[in-house]
């Protein structure tokens, strides 16, 4: 039988993969759940463990299916995603770049959302599936949060970056309800912006240029007064 992955959040399994030839048995290992359904009809779930499925296991108890069992492997723990978001920018206008890091795992009770959403059309569902389902809509949450601000307040405001976190966790909720999914953690950070570092540089160099000047006619004037 076929196992998670690192970058798997959910796999699907069909009757014929399992141990047994009649009387099925799948093993759930820890730190993951096993979904069962008929087509998209959840069916119950098991906990880590052997567990029989076939003529006097969990599906005998539920009689003879129409339609086609299987079962959905899922990470019961959470799968971190990093999700990179380019292209965005701020009130300036600058160009800069965000990014953002959270945990996911299926939701206890959207089991059916979850796999209507995100698994009747695969055989696994990845973390870069994630990445591609929410991408889009994290990138118009930033933008419309980070477009009222200016590059300075944004790479140096801290307060302004929990305030963002607060922001996606909010619409989050709201996708990942839709979904079937439950997230953790929420955090942005490592603010790229290549034209505001150029302009803080150039700055520093000047403050540095500046500051030698004035130490050299400092110096000057001490000669004099000697």
Not at 67 to 80: E, H, M, N, Q, T
Not at 91 to 96: E, G, Q, V
Not at 158 to 182: C, D
Not at 202 to 218: H, I, M, P, T, Y
Request: hydrophobic letters at 35%; a negative charge.
């Amino acid at each position: 039988m076929r196992t998670l992955k690192q970058n798997e959040v959910a796999i699907k399994i069909y009757g014929n993969e399992f141990n047994g030839l009649i009387n099925k048995e799948v093993k759930v290992e820890e730190g993951t759940v096993a979904l069962l359904f008929e087509d998209k009809k959840y069916e119950g779930s098991l906990p880590p463990g052997k567990h029989k499925l076939g003529a006097d296991g969990f599906w005998a108890t539920l009689g003879i299916g129409k339609g086609k069992r299987y079962v959905i492997v899922a990470k019961a723990l959470g799968s971190p995603v990093e999700i990179s978001i380019p292209r965005l920018f701020t009130s300036d206008p600058l160009s800069f770049q965000l990014d953002c890091r959270f945990s996911v795992k299926p939701k206890p009770g959207g089991e059916i959302p979850f796999v209507v959403n995100l698994m009747a059309d695969r055989d696994r569902l990845t973390i870069e599936d994630i990445k591609s389902e929410l991408s889009d809509e994290l990138r118009d949450v930033i933008q419309s949060w980070a477009g009222k601000k200016s590059v300075e307040e944004l790479s140096e405001n801290l307060a302004l970056k929990k305030q963002l976190s607060y922001e996606l966790e909010a619409q989050l909720e709201q996708t990942f309800q839709r979904y079937g999914l439950s997230f953790s953690g929420v955090e942005t950070g490592n603010f790229h912006c290549p034209e505001w570092r150029g302009i803080t540089e150039g700055r520093a160099e000047v403050f540095l240029q500046v500051s030698k000047e004035e130490a050299d006619l400092e110096g000057k004037k001490m000669l004099f007064d000697v």
